[in-house]
């Protein structure tokens, strides 16, 4: 499975369009991330900061493929399968699904960013 298939289908879903979701602009606020932080989301950079991880986990649980402690593998397929668009998107969706399972951490801005070098490895 091919990592710039997958940025690619999460840039497309994440920015679908260019101005802030509500749910975006409610996690930039609670989170006081910057605009970077919210681009760094947008293409999945790894983040290093604890405001940025911590946005990143705010969206995450948005999405509803995180939790605060785990990853959720069905959520995850399940919000990224429905933007697909070919077989090998699906293909690398399950397959990064699979391979994040079990992704877990205490610290739920931690875990955001666990997840994060999970999809990127």
Do not use: W
Not at 6 to 14: I, P
Not at 20 to 49: I, Y
Not at 93 to 105: P, S
């Amino acid at each position: 499975m091919k990592f710039p298939v997958a940025l690619g289908l999460f840039v497309a879903v994440v920015t679908a369009d260019m101005e802030l979701t509500p749910d975006e602009r409610n996690c930039q606020m609670r989170q006081r991330a910057s605009d970077k932080d919210v681009e760094m989301f947008h293409t999945m950079q790894r983040p290093v900061e604890r405001t940025t991880k911590c946005y990143y986990d705010c969206m995450m649980q948005v999405m509803g493929y995180s939790n605060g402690k785990r990853f959720i593998r069905d959520r995850f397929e399940d919000f990224y399968l429905s933007a697909a668009k070919n077989d090998d998107q699906r293909r690398t969706i399950r397959h990064l699904a699979d391979k994040c399972d079990g992704t877990e951490h205490d610290d739920a801005c931690e875990l955001a960013a666990d997840i994060v070098a999970c999809i990127r490895r």
